[in-house]
């Protein structure tokens, strides 16, 4: 399947493996494994890179078979997760990036395009999740206060 924006084809991502079950060599205990998802979301990490870290750190390939929860879902259970979801928020600290270096740079014709793209990906991500209830329904888009989310 083509990209969006692309002509291009690209490369598909990683795959998880084709079975859920819990490797026997994984020592955490569930209630184990969620302590850790909130200790390191006190800390100020989001919930990929707490996915990253437990991953890397402490040998969990993932999360959702030993728990049967996913860690955002953790999150929300205890009340800890963001009011902005981390992809949306990423896409906004790029817009703000971008915008920085127009600023500077006016004729970088890319760098223009790039904006256009990134506040198309901002648009479909808010009316998705306004359609999931994870935004409110009057939350806006708007560019010139967009720096206050993202600060």
């Given at each position: 399947?083509?990209?969006?924006?692309?002509?291009?084809?690209?490369?598909?991502?990683?795959?998880?493996?084709a079975?859920?079950?819990?490797?026997?060599?994984?020592?955490?205990k569930p209630?184990?494994?969620?302590?850790?998802?909130?200790?390191?979301?006190?800390?100020?990490?989001?919930?990929?890179?707490?996915?990253?870290?437990?991953?890397?750190?402490?040998?969990?390939?993932?999360?959702?078979?030993?728990?049967?929860?996913?860690?955002?879902?953790?999150?929300?259970?205890?009340?800890?997760?963001?009011?902005?979801?981390?992809?949306?928020?990423?896409?906004?600290?790029?817009?703000?990036?971008?915008?920085?270096?127009?600023?500077?740079?006016?004729?970088?014709?890319?760098?223009?395009?790039?904006?256009?793209?990134?506040?198309?990906?901002?648009?479909?991500?808010?009316?998705y999740?306004?359609?999931?209830?994870?935004?409110?329904?009057?939350?806006?888009?708007?560019?010139?206060?967009?720096?206050?989310?993202?600060?």
């Amino acid at each position: 399947m083509a990209r969006m924006y692309s002509g291009k084809k690209g490369k598909s991502g990683s795959k998880k493996p084709a079975r859920k079950v819990k490797p026997t060599w994984i020592s955490y205990k569930p209630k184990e494994v969620e302590l850790l998802v909130l200790k390191l979301a006190k800390d100020g990490k989001t919930a990929s890179q707490i996915g990253l870290l437990l991953r890397d750190a402490y040998g969990i390939p993932s999360v959702k078979v030993i728990t049967g929860k996913s860690i955002s879902e953790m999150l929300k259970d205890k009340g800890v997760s963001k009011e902005i979801p981390e992809d949306l928020m990423a896409l906004l600290k790029k817009n703000i990036n971008v915008r920085k270096h127009l600023e500077i740079n006016k004729k970088d014709e890319v760098a223009k395009r790039g904006l256009i793209l990134t506040e198309s990906k901002i648009k479909r991500l808010v009316k998705y999740y306004k359609g999931k209830k994870v935004l409110p329904q009057d939350w806006k888009y708007d560019a010139k206060s967009i720096r206050l989310y993202a600060e």
